[in-house]
Nanobody, 120 residues
Framework: QVQLVESGGGLVHEGGSLRLSCAASNNIFSINGMGWYRQAQGKQRELVAT???????NYHDSVKGRFTISSDNAKNTVYLQMNSLKPEDIAVYYCFADLPVWAGGQRRYWGQGTQVTVSS
């Protein structure tokens, strides 16, 4: 069973920084990609950032230039460095990992979520 464990959320003042981590269990041979979604109260979940196995990254327009996604393949871990945080970044952040399956395609696994709160 694949498990994703998140850490690093918390409370920070506007303009501050946080670094989220998401570690996948070590019984994994390959990961196609990992990333982060967030869900603010009363809003739909939105994709924040992704990184694929080749290293290419993508970001939601609202976080470009402020957030950086990176990964440590040896540790099956993805990070989200969040700088210049704003109140509109307040949300529960969920990491995910897309793993290949034997029959082709991939399966997505989710972390438990971590709260990010920004005080103004």
């Amino acid at each position: 069973q694949v498990q994703l464990v998140e850490s690093g959320g918390g409370l920070v003042h506007e303009g501050g920084s946080l670094r989220l981590s998401c570690a996948a269990s070590n019984n994994i041979f390959s990961i196609n990609g990992m990333g982060w979604y967030r869900q603010a109260q009363g809003k739909q979940r939105e994709l924040v950032a992704t990184i694929v196995s080749g290293g290419s990254t993508n970001y939601h327009d609202s976080v470009k230039g402020r957030f950086t996604i990176s990964s440590d393949n040896a540790k099956n871990t993805v990070y989200l460095q969040m700088n210049s945080l704003k109140p509109e970044d307040i949300a529960v952040y969920y990491c995910f990992a897309d793993l290949p399956v034997w029959a082709g395609g991939q399966r997505r696994y989710w972390g438990q979520g971590t709260q990010v709160t920004v005080s103004s």
